[in-house]
């Protein structure tokens, strides 16, 4: 189907520039890092808190989103896009808010460290240690001490499917489950591999020839883009990892990427479903799930949350 008609006023916008402009990381995060509704018009929950936790290499402020008084909680941990360079918890509040309380779920949205002062591995490192740290904390918490799942949009796709990857080979803690919003999953971009980067690849927010200057600032110090914990699409051993629910855009450059993915999970014997929304574009979340075709997607995760699923 065509674009959304009101993405599409949203799209025809915004000025076009027939020169490109150097991006700065610090300029662009202002305009990124804004929400789009004020706190009073965004989903109430019953209680937020602030937390700075203290892993190895840093102290890491999270924001615990808890959606009633229970005495225990499935947990779940929220990893924010922004292309490994932007992004905050304010950023992506009024997208936790509605999985909070459509799931049931405790959630833990993790202000990593960003790039190009921190690149790889630092933004996945402290996504693992922020999930190591709240399986350690069960009584803090009110954890359950069996489901603790991951989730994230975009980069933070990455870093939900690679804290998965990491948590499989460490053994320290077992994932239950994956979410991944329009996943970030390869970032070689020396070429157009995949044919949604070439139709989707101008128009559309995120731009296929901005790409590998996004990824740059993630990638410093010659970091391979090929090695799996930096584009997980790239590993080879897919079993024994956790039940996924992959969510794309008709219109995302990375939409194929994210559906070969879940294709390769399947193939694997991974438990995954997986859900294009049409006439959408990357980071539809937030900012477009007040439209009637989209605004399913939180139902759809919290369905995927807990609907009971054995793992490969």
């Known amino acids: 189907m065509p674009v959304h008609p009101e993405i599409k006023k949203v799209l025809d916008s915004i000025p076009q520039s027939e020169t490109k402009q150097k991006l700065i990381p610090e300029e662009y995060r202002k305009e990124f ?4 509704l004020p706190v009073e018009k965004r989903v109430q929950v019953y209680s937020v808190e602030e937390k700075l936790i203290s892993i190895p290499e840093a102290d890491i402020p999270v924001r615990i989103y808890t959606p009633e008084e229970r005495d225990s909680y499935p947990l779940l941990m929220y990893f924010h896009g922004g292309a490994f360079f932007a992004g905050n918890l304010e950023s992506h509040d009024e997208i936790v808010r509605p999985i909070c309380m459509e799931s049931g779920y405790k959630v833990i949205s993790v202000d990593y460290r960003l790039a190009p002062e921190h690149p790889f591995p630092a933004a996945l490192e402290d996504c693992y240690h922020a999930t190591k740290w709240a399986t350690e904390h069960k009584d803090e918490l009110k954890w359950d001490g069996e489901t603790i799942a991951v989730a994230g949009d975009s980069a933070g796709g990455n870093l939900a499917a690679t804290v998965s990857l990491m948590a499989r080979e460490k053994k320290e803690f077992t994932i239950s489950k994956q979410i991944l919003f329009y996943p970030s999953l390869d970032l070689d971009v020396s070429e157009f591999r995949y044919p949604s980067i070439v139709e989707n690849g101008k128009g559309y927010f995120v731009e296929s020839d901005q790409l590998a200057e996004f990824n740059s600032f993630y990638l410093l110090g010659d970091v391979d883009p090929h090695n799996p914990l930096v584009s997980p699409v790239r590993e080879e051993n897919l079993e024994n990892l956790p039940a996924a629910l992959v969510i794309t855009a008709e219109y995302d450059p990375m939409r194929d990427e994210g559906e070969l ?8 014997g991974v438990h995954v479903e997986t859900k294009r929304y049409e006439g959408a574009t990357h980071g539809f979340l937030g900012k477009f799930t007040h439209l009637d075709e989209y ?18």
Do not use: I, Q
């Open 33 to 36: 890092n804004a929400p789009v």
């Open 261 to 268: 993915f879940a294709e390769n999970l399947k193939k694997s």
């Open 295 to 312: 605004k399913d997607v939180y139902k759809r995760t919290a369905a995927f949350l807990n609907k009971n699923v054995v793992r490969s």
